[in-house]
C-alpha cells in the first residue's frame, strides 16, 4: 500500500511555495494555510457523524445476530451486517483518497464457492476483510471524538486568541467588561485582558496555538491512515499473492524475451555461419579435383567461419548460464566479466558461502548488464564490483567515475532489470547525480 499526501504546505502563492523574493517560504508558517491542513481537518470533523453511524449501526447488528444465532435467523443477520460494514468501508477509502491523498486499494473480494444465498452467507461470515470492516467501526469511534474535540479545541482557541486584538472590543462595547475575563475570585478580584501588553500576548500565545495546531492535526490523521490502511485496505496475504502474480508475470516476460533472444542470435549469427560454411565447403569440394589450390584457400577460410561460429557459440552459451559460475563461483564468474569491461574494474567479492542457483544466477548476470551500461553510457574511467553478505541478504555495488545521470525510469534497461531483481524480492538503488558518477546497489535474497 502506497501513501501519499497529495499537495504540501505551502503560501500557494507559486508552484513552488515560494514568496515575492523567490525565497521557499518556511513550511512552519505556510502550514495553517496549507490545502493539507484544511483537508486533514475536514476529513477529522467529518470522521465523527460518520463514525457515530458506523459505531451504532455496528453494535446494534452484532449484537442483535449473536443474540438471534440460537435460531437461523442469526445467521442471515450478520451477514447483512458484515455486508453493510464493507460498504462503510468504501465510503471511508473513497473519504480517505480524496482528503488524506491515500493511495490505498479495495480489499479482496468476498466469493462464494457455490451459487445461491446460503453460500454467500457463508463466504461473508468466513471473510477476514469484512470482519476487519466491522472491527473498525467500533474501535474507530472513540479515537474521531477524541481527535474531532482535540483538534477543533486548538484549533478554534489558536484563531480565536491571535485575533483577538480584532475582536476584543465587543466587550466593553456590548458589556460591562474590559476584555476577556480569564478567572474571578469572589467579588474581590477579576482578571481581564484588556490592557494592550495583555493583548498583544494573548495573540502572540494564540499565534504560537495557530502554528503548531497543523501539525497536531497531521499526527491525528495519520493515525487515521494507520487504521484506514490496516483495516479495510487489502490483508497482506491478498497484496502478497496480488505482487506474486505481477512477478510471475515479469518472470514469463523476461523468460519469453530471453528465447527469443536466444533465438535470434543463433538465427542471425552462428545458424547463418554455418549456412554459409556448408555452401562454402560444397564449393570446395566441386574445385578439389579441378583446381586444388582454390579449393585448399576454400577450405581455410571455412575453417576461420568455423572458428568464429564457435566463438559465437561459446558467447551464447555464457548468456544462457556460464560454465564458471557454475564451477567456480561468483568470484571467477564476475572476474571473468570484469575483464571483458572496456575499462579497469576492481572486484571484490566476499561471502562466506554459495547461495542457490538462481539468486547466483541472477547477481551474475545483474553485474553483467551493470557493466555493460558502463562500458556503453557511463564515459568513466574506472569502475568497481563489491558483493557481501549482510544478514540475509546479498548485496551488490557497482559503482563507476562517469558522467551519472542513470535512473530506473520506463523504458530504460534499468528498468527492466529492476522488474528483474522485484520478481525474487529483490531491490535495485539507484545514485547518479550529473557528472558525479554512478553506484547501483543491488539487494537480493540469501538462499541456501
Not at 406 to 412: E, H, L, P, V, Y
Request: hydrophobic share 45%.
Amino acid at each position: 500500500m502506497a501513501i501519499g499526501y497529495g499537495t504540501g504546505y505551502g503560501t500557494g502563492r507559486d508552484s513552488a511555495g515560494r514568496d515575492g523574493a523567490g525565497r521557499r517560504a518556511p513550511s512552519v508558517l505556510t502550514a495553517p494555510f496549507a490545502g493539507r491542513t484544511w483537508r486533514e481537518f475536514g476529513h477529522l470533523l467529518i470522521g465523527l457523524p460518520l463514525s457515530t453511524l458506523y459505531f451504532s449501526l455496528a453494535i446494534t447488528g452484532v449484537s442483535l445476530g449473536a443474540g438471534l444465532l440460537v435460531t437461523f435467523l442469526g445467521v442471515p443477520v450478520l451477514a447483512g451486517v458484515l455486508g453493510m460494514a464493507r460498504g462503510f468501508g468504501h465510503l471511508e477509502r473513497a473519504r480517505a483518497r480524496t482528503l488524506l491523498g491515500m493511495d490505498i486499494g479495495d480489499p479482496e473480494p468476498v466469493r462464494a464457492a457455490k451459487s445461491g444465498a446460503l453460500a454467500a452467507m457463508g463466504a461473508m461470515l468466513k471473510s477476514g476483510s469484512a470482519w476487519r470492516h466491522v472491527l473498525y467501526s467500533v474501535i474507530h469511534f472513540p479515537w474521531a471524538v477524541f481527535s474531532f474535540t482535540l483538534s477543533l479545541t486548538l484549533w478554534t482557541y489558536g484563531w480565536s486568541m491571535l485575533l483577538y486584538p480584532l475582536w476584543f472590543w465587543v466587550f466593553p462595547a456590548f458589556t460591562d467588561q474590559p476584555g476577556l475575563q480569564l478567572f474571578q475570585n469572589g467579588d474581590h478580584y477579576s482578571f481581564y485582558l484588556d490592557s494592550p501588553l495583555l493583548i498583544v500576548l494573548t495573540s502572540v500565545i494564540g499565534l504560537g496555538f495557530t502554528l503548531a495546531v497543523p501539525w497536531v492535526i497531521h499526527g491525528l490523521a495519520t493515525v487515521d491512515r494507520v487504521l484506514i490502511g490496516g483495516l479495510l485496505g487489502p490483508s497482506r496475504l491478498a497484496h502478497r499473492v496480488t505482487e506474486l502474480e505481477s512477478d510471475r508475470g515479469v518472470v514469463v516476460d523476461t523468460a519469453a524475451a530471453d528465447l527469443r533472444r536466444i533465438e535470434r542470435d543463433l538465427h542471425d549469427g552462428a545458424q547463418a555461419r554455418l549456412v554459409s560454411l556448408a555452401m562454402d565447403l560444397g564449393l570446395a569440394k566441386e574445385k578439389l579435383a579441378e583446381d586444388p589450390q582454390v579449393a585448399a584457400r576454400m577450405v581455410d577460410e571455412a575453417h576461420g567461419e568455423v572458428k568464429i561460429a564457435l566463438q559465437e557459440l561459446r558467447d551464447l552459451a555464457r548468456g544462457i548460464h556460464p560454465a564458471v559460475l557454475t564451477d567456480r563461483g561468483l568470484d571467477a564468474a564476475l572476474s571473468s566479466v570484469a575483464s571483458r569491461c572496456t575499462v579497469p574494474v576492481r572486484v571484490q567479492v566476499e561471502l562466506p558461502g554459495r547461495p542457490v542457483a538462481a539468486i547466483e544466477g541472477i547477481a551474475y548476470f545483474t553485474v553483467s548488464e551493470l557493466l555493460q551500461n558502463v562500458s556503453k553510457h557511463s564515459g568513466g574511467g574506472v569502475a568497481s564490483v563489491d558483493v557481501w553478505k549482510s544478514g540475509d541478504r546479498l548485496l551488490i555495488q557497482v559503482a563507476d567515475d562517469g558522467r551519472g545521470g542513470a535512473s530506473t525510469g520506463a523504458g530504460g534497461g534499468l528498468a527492466g532489470l529492476a522488474e528483474r531483481l522485484d520478481a525474487v524480492d529483490g531491490v535495485l538503488v539507484v545514485d547518479s547525480p550529473d557528472g558525479g558518477g554512478t553506484t547501483v546497489t543491488a539487494e537480493l535474497p540469501w538462499r541456501v
